[in-house]
């Protein structure tokens, strides 16, 4: 079992860019894929994109994939989710998630980091 | 791009009834489909994955069946915690996919 554990909450400016870490402790980091969903307030779950650390392969969903950039840092057992561009309805609680490559029977989840996008 | 649909949006039913939950995609996926389950303010759970197996941990009253466009979720005798949103997700090996819109499980 891998433990997840984001940045905070962030307020930022329409058109301004917002940076999201979903760090992870247990578990064996480079075999797990850690994917990042969005759920907008009072909405339904986007799946943003994902990473294979262990692959460096990348992949992002249709609707997010001129504005996000999702890195990873093996020696901090870290990920990022960068999006620019803000707009207000980017506003919601953003999720990574972690899963062992290949396998689909379990998985873990961060707490969720609040973005806020308001001038 | 493949889109699910769920249905209903909304199923109103007591405890102890059987919750039976749709989820259709717009073309074949085989068994890459998964169901979560998320209470308000919590993070999504994975309820089955590969259409029909049981994650980690999941009690044996929710069950996942079909294959190719037609997928169910089925909860046998509904406990007070089972009262939720579910959401469907298709899940090949990689790249994962779109989700459902979810159907929210109310009490009658």
């Known amino acids: 079992q891998v433990q997840l554990v984001q940045s905070g909450a962030e307020v930022k400016k329409p058109g301004s860019s917002v940076k999201v870490s979903c760090t992870a402790s247990g578990g064996t980091f480079n075999t797990h894929a850690i994917l990042w969903v969005r759920q907008a307030p009072g909405k339904g779950l986007e799946w943003m994109g994902g990473?294979?650390?262990?692959?460096?392969?990348?992949t992002y969903a249709q609707n997010f994939q001129a504005r996000v950039t999702i890195t990873a840092d093996e020696s901090t057992t870290t990920v990022y989710m960068a999006l620019t561009n803000l707009g207000s309805d980017d506003s919601g609680t953003y999720y990574c998630?972690?899963?062992?490559?290949?396998?689909?029977?379990?998985?873990?989840w961060g707490q969720g980091t609040r973005i806020t996008v308001a001038s | 791009e493949t889109v699910l649909t769920q249905s209903p949006d909304t199923l109103s039913l007591s405890p102890g009834e059987t919750a039976t939950l749709s989820c259709r995609a717009s073309?074949?996926?085989?068994?890459?489909l998964v169901w979560y389950q998320q209470k308000p303010g919590q993070a999504p759970r994975l309820l089955i994955y590969d259409a029909s197996n049981r994650a980690t941990g999941v009690p044996a009253r929710f069950s996942g069946s079909g294959s190719g466009t037609d997928f169910t979720l089925t909860i046998s005798s509904l406990e007070p915690e089972d009262f939720a949103i579910y959401y469907c997700?298709?899940?090949?090996?990689?790249?994962?996919?779109?989700f459902g819109q979810g159907t929210k499980v109310e009490i009658k």
């Open positions: 998630s972690s899963h062992v490559y290949g396998s689909r029977k379990s998985e873990d």
């Open positions: 073309q074949s996926l085989r068994d890459s």
């Open positions: 997700q298709q899940r090949p090996n990689w790249p994962p996919g779109t």
């Open positions: 990473i294979i650390p262990m692959f460096h392969t990348t």
